[in-house]
């Protein structure tokens, strides 16, 4: 693991219509004012742990060996739930309560060292009675610690078992019955995509603009059925039209041109969105 780089990287549900994220920025720079703080986003759906888990997975990345992201969907502050920090093969440090946000970095990115966050010396002095923002008093003022150096990764608190990290469960991506199957991983909150856990390994042996026929369930029912162009990108097909592409992470993913493919068709995200796709070949018989 390389050594801190003075980068802190903030993550919430918190939003930005009072100044709850203020409050952490204040608090890590009151600690190091050489820190360089960047935002994911604060717009995380509210309690939404799972949205939390990919964001982590898709943004953490492309950061510098070093960077320290602390990451606060925290549904249950104040509870028992563990504060943990994550060391990750990648070679970042992860801030967060232990509560389904560090699924996918253990399942696709890895974790090499996890600690319990000692409150007794990691703990904003003087907040020991508020039990109900401990994105400011716990994991802020831990992260700009370890980021700015005065802590190194032991100086967090005690080890802990790396296998004991809570994870949602997670679909793994498959061949079975002439098809390939996954997961809607997450749903863009934007521009209405839906990405999969589908490497675009899988389908690479179907060649841009043919067709493929795909499936999505939601436990157990039939939510979208169609065939669509697999193409390069959304003009690969007119205005409205649906389409499979491959995204820029390395896995399907599925939009409308123009469009907001969630919106059209009420598709959501999470392990509970079950998604197959098929190749056509000779008048629609099934990718083998």
Known sequence: MEPTNRILVFQSDFGLLEGSVAQMYGVALKIDLNLRIFDITHNIEVFNTWDASYSLFQTSPVFP???????????????????????????????????????????????????????????????????VFHGRDVYAYTGARLASGIIGFEGVGSELDIRSVYCHPVPKARRVSGKVEGMIDIKDPHFGMVWTNIPISMLEDVDFDSKVEIEIRCKDEIRYQKEVIYGKSFGSVKKGEDILYNNEIGFLALGTN???????????????????VAKMKNGGSLYV
């Open 258 to 276: 123009r469009g907001s493919f969630v919106d059209k068709h009420s598709i959501s995200s999470g392990y509970d969105w079950l998604i197959s």
């Open 65 to 131: 060996e070093g960077s320290v992201f602390v990451s606060v969907v925290d549904p249950g502050v104040g509870t028992s739930r563990r504060s943990v920090v994550a060391s990750t093969k990648a070679g970042h440090y992860v801030v967060t309560p232990d509560n389904g946000t560090l699924t996918h970095v253990y399942e696709h990115i890895g974790i090499v060292g996890l600690r319990e966050i000692d409150e007794s010396v990691n703990r904003l002095p003087g907040s020991e009675n508020y039990h």
